[in-house]
């Protein structure tokens, strides 16, 4: 599918005639945002950027109005993010792999968020395919299947540890599965990983992407959505841990991104390297049969 990244459309985004800034938190003012029709009303006056910084309270609140008249409130953190307000935090981090994602393909993500990454997933795969994401927080499985419906996306909320809820999925039941900040340091990271191997295809793939340390402001917070801060080291033992669980199948390790990049991101491929070319700015790693 030729498609560029990620696109915005032209239509302006923020009212245009509101005081500034300094005024408006003096004064107590909210501001209101409509975009797609998704009208947010802000419920205090500091702005979203200082709330999350180390000086906010790290997190900030909106009231949502969508335009089937369904509302609720959002709860904006570190790593909730909500592309309407934040922009595509996460979205660099899918599109490194966004080139083997197949028309057709059924796709599993874990904890894929509040929606967007999925809904730029499902162009991809086009109305043939399908994204199946699987999260344990529910602001952001409700928020997505309000902001992004489509018939090609399934938000599911899990009420255990996602992976928990594949159990009944047959192995190969996918042709990707794309963990994306989706282990938190509570997490069985081995049984999740393992899982997510288990349910894709041999010749298919699993996409493992975490940050190299949580920001200062979120580890002061204590959000409980942290993802598991790794090295390329300790994630290529996990990987190594969790094949072990599955079987003897051989594997491939491609890095995306550099060594020096914030975020440690690798494509597992199952079953035999493949001859083609490698991607660019990927290293192979090839694991044990």
Same mark, same amino acid.
């Given at each position: 599918?030729?498609?560029?990244?990620?696109?915005?459309?032209?239509?302006?985004r923020l009212s245009p005639v509101r005081p500034p800034k300094p005024i408006r938190v003096l004064l107590g003012l909210r501001e209101r945002l409509v975009i797609d029709g998704v009208r947010?009303?802000? &419920?205090?006056?500091?702005?979203?950027?200082?709330? &999350?910084?180390?000086?906010?309270?790290?997190?900030?609140?909106?009231?949502?109005?969508?335009?089937? #008249?369904?509302?609720?409130?959002?709860?904006?953190?570190?790593?909730?993010?909500?592309?309407?307000?934040?922009?595509?935090?996460?979205?660099?981090?899918?599109?490194?792999?966004?080139?083997?994602?197949?028309? #057709?393909?059924?796709?599993?993500?874990?904890?894929?968020?509040?929606? /967007?990454?999925?809904?730029?997933?499902?162009?991809?795969?086009?109305?043939? #395919?399908?994204?199946?994401?699987?999260?344990?927080?529910?602001?952001?499985?409700?928020?997505?299947?309000?902001? /992004?419906?489509?018939?090609?996306?399934?938000? @599911?909320? $899990?009420?255990?540890?996602?992976?928990?809820? &594949?159990?009944?999925?047959?192995?190969?039941?996918?042709?990707?599965?794309?963990?994306?900040?989706?282990?938190?340091? $509570?997490?069985?990271?081995?049984?999740?990983?393992?899982?997510?191997?288990?349910?894709? @295809?041999? #010749?298919?793939?699993? /996409?493992?992407?975490?940050?190299?340390?949580?920001?200062? @402001?979120?580890?002061?917070?204590?959000?409980?959505?942290?993802?598991?801060?790794?090295?390329?080291?300790?994630?290529?033992?996990?990987?190594?841990?969790?094949?072990?669980?599955?079987?003897?199948?051989? /594997?491939?390790?491609?890095?995306?991104?550099?060594? @020096?990049?914030?975020?440690?991101?690798?494509?597992?491929? &199952?079953?035999?390297?493949?001859?083609?070319?490698?991607?660019?700015?990927?290293?192979?790693?090839?694991?044990?049969?």
């Amino acid at each position: 599918m030729n498609e560029p990244p990620h696109q915005r459309d032209d239509t302006p985004r923020l009212s245009p005639v509101r005081p500034p800034k300094p005024i408006r938190v003096l004064l107590g003012l909210r501001e209101r945002l409509v975009i797609d029709g998704v009208r947010y009303r802000e &419920l205090s006056p500091e702005s979203l950027r200082r709330a &999350l910084s180390r000086r906010g309270l790290g997190h900030k609140d909106y009231a949502v109005r969508f335009p089937a #008249g369904r509302r609720m409130r959002i709860h904006v953190t570190s790593w909730r993010s909500y592309e309407d307000l934040t922009g595509p935090v996460l979205l660099r981090l899918y599109e490194r792999v966004g080139t083997m994602i197949r028309p #057709g393909s059924r796709v599993l993500a874990l904890r894929a968020g509040t929606g /967007y990454a999925a809904a730029w997933l499902a162009r991809r795969v086009g109305p043939s #395919g399908a994204i199946v994401c699987i999260d344990d927080d529910e602001e952001s499985v409700r928020y997505a299947r309000w902001r /992004y419906p489509a018939d090609n996306i399934a938000f @599911e909320l $899990s009420r255990q540890a996602p992976h928990d809820d &594949l159990r009944g999925e047959t192995d190969g039941a996918f042709q990707a599965a794309l963990l994306v900040h989706a282990v938190r340091a $509570s997490d069985d990271a081995e049984a999740m990983l393992a899982e997510c191997m288990r349910v894709v @295809e041999p #010749g298919g793939f699993v /996409y493992l992407a975490s940050p190299r340390r949580v920001a200062d @402001e979120a580890r002061a917070a204590g959000d409980p959505c942290d993802p598991m801060p790794m090295t390329r080291e300790s994630m290529s033992d996990l990987i190594a841990r969790a094949h072990g669980r599955v079987g003897s199948e051989p /594997y491939t390790i491609q890095w995306r991104g550099e060594p @020096e990049d914030p975020h440690v991101a690798a494509e597992i491929r &199952l079953g035999a390297p493949e001859t083609g070319g490698r991607a660019r700015g990927a290293d192979l790693e090839e694991g044990p049969a």
